[in-house]
């Protein structure tokens, strides 16, 4: 095989990407990876990753201002906001040299450039390793950017996007937040934390759309006790540019008009997937609002050709990349028994305070399917160990379908439930049974014995409340 041939070529080297890359090496396909970048893509570099860094710093220096409330004396706290940052970059490039190592590691070739399809089993790359390279399966994973409203056009000064907001230029007095999907609200909690007056702006009737209305109501509860503003069933209709401020014009439910100043904007209105200039038009690959259209092995209608993560459509989020990537490359390879993404298993996770995560329906969804089910909850102040640790509040929520038994979702709201969600994401997965959870044994004191009384609560047999 030439230098330039390869089994598979995978274009785009986030979580996805990379995953897929080292599957297929794994494998024994000769692997090639294309990259114009930062090895890791957005979700390392510029998204899942660097946040979670910069909510850790929030999250202690927020118990720090409390320390009395554990017997603990802090005077004088404050932080340094470029130390933060820096620490939150830190993190991004031990794990972008990660990403590198594994793919020596893994005998993965990285090819730096921009890659556009060139005729069946080829693409062409421009950049530092330009020239035309050959594979029979070429798989997409070029993922996705913020989506831009008119009128809400990024400057980079005063309007953000996540890019600016990870590394701002000042630590605002006052932000305005459009939009509280998860990255909103991620970074709504961040900013708040650290003493921004800040105002979320939502057009939906809730935030956090996709969760469960109860767990939605809660976070919402809790995220204005703490000070941030909400304004839902609103949209921002003008904005006007000062010096070193913005004027926004919001329009609430009603056609009631708010004028909010403040420091800055984060635009954070969802992401769309990177589909241009890829070559799709002229290889004839189909695409439906904004994304490539893919079967359940990320095959596209173009043999040879794949896609996978977010330029694949949604949910957008780095696991299912991963998870995607992993099912497409092994039934390249002709694995056996390889079973096709089951989107109602893909967990969802924002990490604000209180953390917020959730798989499967929601009580709304099941209700709208005409489904007969049954409804545990268990609130984290009947739970020793969210008292012990100071974080009582939350609530644990699943459901069941009354005739069979079978877990249709759970939902969760408290400290660390980003961590315990993937219990029931297992428990889905194996087909487990309420009667199943009930009889596991759950370690004491923890956090996880929330989870089975939530269960026993669906079916009348709670013990700890």
Same mark, same amino acid.
């Given at each position: 095989?030439?230098?330039?041939?390869? *089994?598979?070529?995978?274009?785009?080297?986030?979580?996805?990407?990379?995953?897929?890359?080292?599957?297929?090496?794994?494998?024994?396909?000769?692997?090639?990876?294309?990259?114009? /970048?930062?090895?890791?893509?957005?979700?390392?570099?510029?998204?899942?990753?660097?946040?979670?860094?910069?909510?850790?710093?929030?999250?202690?220096?927020?118990?720090?201002?409390?320390? /009395?409330?554990?017997?603990?004396?802090?005077?004088?706290?404050?932080?340094?906001?470029?130390?933060?940052?820096?620490?939150?970059?830190?993190?991004?490039?031990?794990?972008?040299?990660?990403?590198?190592?594994?793919?020596?590691?893994?005998?993965?070739?990285?090819?730096?450039?921009?890659?556009?399809?060139?005729?069946?089993?080829?693409?062409?790359?421009?950049?530092?390793?330009?020239?035309?390279?050959?594979?029979?399966?070429?798989?997409?994973?070029?993922?996705?950017?913020?989506?831009?409203?008119?009128?809400?056009?990024?400057?980079?000064?005063?309007?953000?996007?996540?890019?600016?907001?990870?590394?701002? *230029?000042?630590?605002?007095?006052?932000?305005?937040?459009?939009?509280?999907?998860?990255?909103?609200?991620?970074?709504?909690?961040?900013?708040?934390?650290?003493?921004?007056?800040?105002?979320?702006?939502?057009?939906?009737?809730?935030?956090?759309?996709?969760?469960?209305?109860?767990?939605?109501?809660?976070?919402?509860?809790?995220?204005?006790?703490?000070?941030?503003?909400?304004?839902?069933?609103?949209?921002?209709?003008?904005?006007?540019?000062?010096?070193?401020?913005?004027?926004?014009?919001?329009?609430?439910?009603?056609?009631?008009?708010?004028?909010?100043?403040? *420091?800055?904007?984060?635009?954070?209105?969802?992401?769309?997937?990177?589909?241009?200039?890829?070559?799709?038009?002229?290889?004839?690959?189909?695409?439906?609002?904004?994304?490539?259209?893919?079967?359940?092995?990320?095959?596209?209608?173009?043999?040879?050709?794949?896609?996978?993560?977010?330029?694949?459509?949604?949910?957008?989020?780095?696991?299912?990349?991963?998870?995607?990537?992993?099912?497409?490359?092994?039934?390249?390879?002709?694995?056996?028994?390889?079973?096709?993404?089951?989107?109602?298993?893909?967990?969802?996770?924002?990490?604000?305070?209180?953390?917020?995560?959730?798989?499967?329906?929601?009580?709304?969804?099941?209700?709208?399917?005409?489904?007969?089910?049954?409804?545990?909850?268990?609130?984290?102040?009947?739970?020793?160990?969210?008292?012990?640790?100071?974080?009582?509040?939350?609530?644990?929520?699943?459901?069941?379908?009354?005739?069979?038994?079978?877990?249709?979702?759970?939902?969760?709201?408290?400290?660390?439930?980003?961590?315990?969600?993937?219990?029931?994401?297992?428990?889905?997965?194996?087909?487990?049974?309420?009667?199943?959870?009930?009889?596991?044994?759950?370690?004491?004191?923890?956090?996880?014995?929330?989870?089975?009384?939530?269960?026993?609560?669906?079916?009348?047999?709670?013990?700890?409340?």
């Amino acid at each position: 095989m030439a230098q330039n041939e390869f *089994d598979v070529i995978v274009v785009g080297s986030g979580p996805g990407g990379y995953v897929t890359a080292i599957r297929a090496s794994q494998l024994g396909l000769k692997t090639a990876i294309v990259e114009k /970048k930062d090895l890791g893509g957005i979700c390392l570099n510029w998204g899942c990753i660097p946040t979670k860094a910069l909510l850790r710093s929030a999250e202690i220096y927020h118990f720090m201002q409390n320390a /009395k409330d554990y017997g603990l004396s802090a005077d004088n706290v404050s932080f340094d906001i470029n130390k933060v940052i820096e620490r939150s970059r830190g993190v991004s490039k031990q794990l972008n040299n990660g990403v590198g190592f594994l793919m020596k590691k893994n005998k993965v070739t990285v090819i730096k450039g921009t890659a556009v399809l060139d005729g069946k089993g080829a693409i062409k790359v421009t950049g530092d390793d330009a020239g035309v390279y050959k594979a029979p399966h070429i798989i997409l994973s070029t993922g996705a950017r913020p989506r831009i409203l008119p009128g809400l056009e990024p400057d980079k000064k005063l309007i953000w996007t996540y890019f600016e907001a990870l590394k701002p *230029d000042i630590m605002p007095k006052s932000l305005l937040v459009v939009g509280s999907g998860a990255i909103g609200i991620e970074f709504a909690s961040f900013y708040r934390t650290m003493g921004a007056e800040v105002t979320v702006v939502e057009m939906m009737p809730k935030i956090l759309p996709p969760e469960d209305d109860e767990i939605s109501a809660m976070a919402r509860k809790s995220l204005e006790k703490q000070g941030i503003k909400i304004l839902t069933e609103a949209k921002v209709t003008s904005v006007t540019k000062g010096g070193d401020n913005v004027v926004a014009n919001v329009e609430k439910k009603g056609g009631k008009t708010e004028t909010i100043k403040a *420091d800055r904007i984060i635009s954070a209105v969802g992401v769309v997937g990177n589909i241009e200039d890829l070559g799709l038009e002229k290889m004839g690959i189909k695409t439906d609002r904004g994304c490539i259209v893919i079967d359940g092995y990320g095959r596209t209608n173009v043999p040879g050709v794949y896609a996978i993560g977010d330029v694949a459509g949604p949910p957008m989020l780095a696991h299912k990349a991963e998870h995607e990537g992993v099912v497409c490359v092994e039934k390249i390879a002709g694995v056996e028994n390889v079973h096709p993404m089951d989107k109602s298993q893909i967990p969802g996770c924002t990490y604000c305070h209180p953390q917020v995560a959730s798989v499967g329906l929601t009580e709304q969804a099941c209700k709208e399917k005409g489904l007969d089910v049954r409804v545990g909850r268990f609130p984290f102040i009947a739970n020793g160990k969210a008292i012990a640790l100071g974080e009582p509040e939350g609530m644990i929520k699943t459901i069941f379908d009354k005739k069979t038994g079978q877990m249709l979702g759970a939902h969760m709201i408290g400290a660390e439930v980003t961590e315990l969600i993937q219990g029931f994401v297992v428990a889905m997965s194996l087909e487990t049974t309420e009667e199943d959870l009930m009889h596991t044994i759950f370690p004491h004191p923890t956090l996880s014995e929330m989870m089975p009384e939530s269960v026993r609560d669906a079916y009348g047999m709670v013990i700890q409340s």
